[in-house]
């Protein structure tokens, strides 16, 4: 009988190094800081050339202009920092309202798209296909010249409910008084919100709880509507009324802010449509069947395992589509909207000359911008993701 002899132990294979893979990583950055280097020489050679300098210092320097709409107190006298603060404040506001509309608007639209009504179906689709085939530009040009323009004059302005006031010098709307009251409604409606949040995030999650869960739920909502109630009766609110030649007290919008909100919504919400339509039939329908089948309503179903499954799908294009709204939104320069580019990249650049520093600093906050909307993505993919095993 053959007696088997004991193999020698393995040697463990060595890790070879990828030196060629390593050479030309290095040597491709190698070529790019040379070529930087060479365009900050370039540049500095051309500016001692024209007589000109560098650097920032021209910040704290007056503007020597005033703009037509801040988020923050804005003079002649204030300087271009300001000028800047104030226009990366007013691009951050325009752009994030109109994301909230945009998205509000596109889900309402998307479920129709996939709703049984025939109509409301048709309605939808003649929507969407019209919207996307258009340039944004023609949209924002329509919507200022057309519908805006058409408004009748302030003396004649139409009157929604006797506190809402449309004409073709803005829309004119109550606007809470300052004061301690609003300091305290905001508080109460801050409360309520965190009290919204808190309740779903810490709702729980197995199927077992689900009547605490809807308890919780509940709780937290009631506890939201109070304190936006109190927020609301607790503070004096200003009605506009017509004296002289306009409208005196509450708040006005823009027409220009007006445009530039309703193109970006109507625009952006048909591509936001679809990718909610996309992602709600990506849903097996036999799931759908099984939970009809079970007694489940159809609202339960689309809230507890349509959209779960769909929004794993949704995110990453309607990250592209907000990204692509950030940048839509510097078309605020063609209906004299003063956002970032119109008062910092337009007037500030014409009066200072220092273009290189002014096209770094607008380029560097909607790169700021754009990519921290895709690491908030990139890392809600991560949670949302399915686990294999």
Known sequence: MPVSTPSAPRRRPRRRWPWAALAQQAAAIALVAAAFAYLGTNITRNLAANGMTGGFGFLWQEAGFAMSFSLIE????????????????????IAGLSLVTATVLGLVVG???????????????????????????????????????SLP??????????????????????????GQDLRLALG???????????????????????????????????????????????????RPVFRGFDFRGGAKMMPEFAALLLALTLYNA???????????????????????????????IQRRIVLPQALRLMVPPLTNQYVHLIKASSLATVVGFPDLVAVFLGTSLNQTGRAIEIVVMTAAVYLTLCLGLGALSAAWNTRVSLKGR
């Open 74 to 93: 804005m003079s002649e006298s204030s300087t271009y920092g300001r000028v800047f603060l104030a226009g990366v404040l007013n691009t951050l506001f």
């Open 111 to 149: 479920f129709a798209r996939v709703s049984a009504a025939r109509p409301l179906t048709l309605a939808a689709t003649v929507y969407v296909e019209a919207l996307r085939n258009v340039p944004m530009l023609l949209i924002l040009i329509f919507v200022q010249t057309v519908a805006l323009r």
């Open 153 to 178: 004059v302030v003396r004649e302005a139409i009157a929604i409910g006797d506190a809402v006031y449309l004409s073709n010098r803005g829309i004119y709307f109550p606007w809470p008084e300052p």
């Open 188 to 238: 109460a409606l801050v409360a309520g919100c965190l009290g919204l949040v808190a309740a779903w995030v810490l709702r729980p999650r197995t199927p077992v709880l689900v009547r605490r869960d809807l308890a919780a739920t509940i709780a937290g909502i009631t506890v939201g509507v109070i304190l936006l109630v109190v927020a609301v009766l607790n503070v004096d609110w200003q």
């Open 270 to 300: 048909a591509f936001i449509a679809e990718i909610v339509r996309a992602g709600l039939q990506s849903v097996d329908h036999g799931q759908i069947e099984a939970a009809r089948a079970l007694g489940l309503r159809d609202g339960f």
